[in-house]
């Protein structure tokens, strides 16, 4: 068997078609969307994404405003940032690029976020929401990795969904998501006893551990979906958490990587601000 691939890349574009249409309609009622992302440091992979996130917002019509900090930004300084951007009526989306520094709470960070304007849905009230399947900005990169699957017409009532990782912005929520589907979800990651036995249970295998190629083939059930949430350099080189070429031959549809979860991600962001200027009409 030949796996499908779940275009990430092609969907995001359809998305971010039409999204560009929902701006423009939005700007003639002079409503323009209005995304503030901080980056605090220097860290190169955060430079690049926030660079594609502020690409794809231009490219949208959303305005975006990028602030840059240096790392020896204090967290009382970092937190009036954020409480000025709240009180800024032009703005509907704040993003704070993660990781930040670890002399500043991540959480007092999240937490400051006006909930109406966590675009991200990380603060524990969007959270909250979500668990109880009230409407909310879903978290980019699980609300993404649903869209693929629904887009692909992927049956997820009660299947067997496994999810390897439990960080806060990908593994818990996604499966928080897909329970919400009706799937079946179980949680393992890096203490899990047995994994290879766990994830060869899966009809859907939901991948963010951070381990370049840490799934191969022998990870997987015959047919099984595999959606690869992973970005890892390797030699300078783009690679998944899913060992995309022994896992092909397997699995019945697999997201690449570039060009599978990630191009999802910044659209459901784009997808969450424009919501968001919706609700100034
Ligand atoms: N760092 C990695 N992914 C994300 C994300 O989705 N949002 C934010 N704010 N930081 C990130």
Do not use: W
């Not at 991200?120 to 009230?134: A, C, L, Q, T, Y």
């Not at 599978?260 to 910044?266: F, K, N």
């Amino acid at each position: 068997m030949t796996a499908l691939l779940l275009n990430g890349k092609e969907l995001a574009a359809k998305k971010r078609e039409q999204l560009k249409k929902d701006v423009d309609q939005l700007t003639t009622e002079n409503v323009i969307p209005g995304l503030a992302v901080i980056l605090v440091g220097e860290d190169p992979a955060s430079q690049s994404y926030v660079k594609a996130k502020q690409k794809a917002c231009e490219q949208a019509g959303i305005h975006s405003v990028l602030i840059k900090k240096p790392d020896t930004i204090t967290e009382e300084e970092l937190l009036s940032d954020i409480e000025r951007l709240n009180e800024d009526n032009s703005i509907d989306g704040i993003l704070v690029q993660l990781p930040i520094p670890k002399h500043i709470s991540e959480q007092a960070v999240i937490e400051k976020i006006a909930p109406e304007k966590d675009v991200d849905g990380f603060h524990p009230i969007n959270i909250g929401k979500m668990m109880v399947g009230e409407e909310t900005f879903l978290p980019c990169t699980p609300y993404g990795v649903v869209e693929m699957l629904k887009e692909a017409k992927i049956d997820l009532v009660g299947k067997h969904v496994v999810v390897v990782g439990r960080s806060n912005i990908v593994g818990k929520p996604v499966g928080q998501l897909l329970l919400n589907e009706h799937a079946t979800v179980t949680y393992c990651h890096s203490r899990t006893k047995n994994l290879r036995e766990m994830t060869n249970l899966a009809d859907i295998l939901i991948v963010a551990i951070g381990r370049a190629n840490f799934i191969n083939a022998d990870d997987v059930k015959p047919g099984a979906v595999v959606v690869d949430v992973g970005i890892n350099r390797v030699d300078g080189k783009l690679c998944g958490d899913v060992d995309f070429d022994s896992v092909k031959e397997k699995a019945s549809y697999l997201t690449p990587v570039p060009g599978g979860v990630g191009p999802m991600t910044i659209t459901m962001l784009l997808e969450n601000t424009v919501q968001s200027a919706r609700k100034r009409l």
